[in-house]
């Protein structure tokens, strides 16, 4: 992966949200999440499925193998 296409999410605790980054572009996941663990857990299915990282990251076998950080 390049440095442009890591994967960031931002969770805010309060109302449990979460944006996810990846390069210039960012997606608002579509639920409320309780914790920042299930969050990440949304974003690397979100990111897998949604944007195609099931097709470009051939390293990866899986969602749950997606490197995500979080912030």
Same mark, same amino acid.
């Given at each position: 992966?390049? !440095? @442009? @296409?890591?994967l960031e999410l931002h969770f805010d605790l309060k109302s449990g949200r979460a944006l996810l980054s990846c390069g210039?572009? /960012?997606?608002?996941? *579509? /639920?409320f999440y309780p914790?920042? +663990?299930?969050?990440r857990i !949304? %974003? #690397? #299915?979100? !990111?897998? +499925?949604k944007l195609g990282w099931k097709?470009? %990251?051939r390293e990866f076998r899986q969602a749950s @193998?997606? *490197?995500?950080?979080l912030r």
């Open positions: 992966m390049h !440095a @442009e @296409e890591c210039d572009k /960012d997606y608002v996941l *579509p /639920d914790t920042k +663990e299930t969050a !949304a %974003a #690397q #299915q979100f !990111a897998w +499925e097709d470009r %990251a @193998e997606l *490197p995500v950080w």
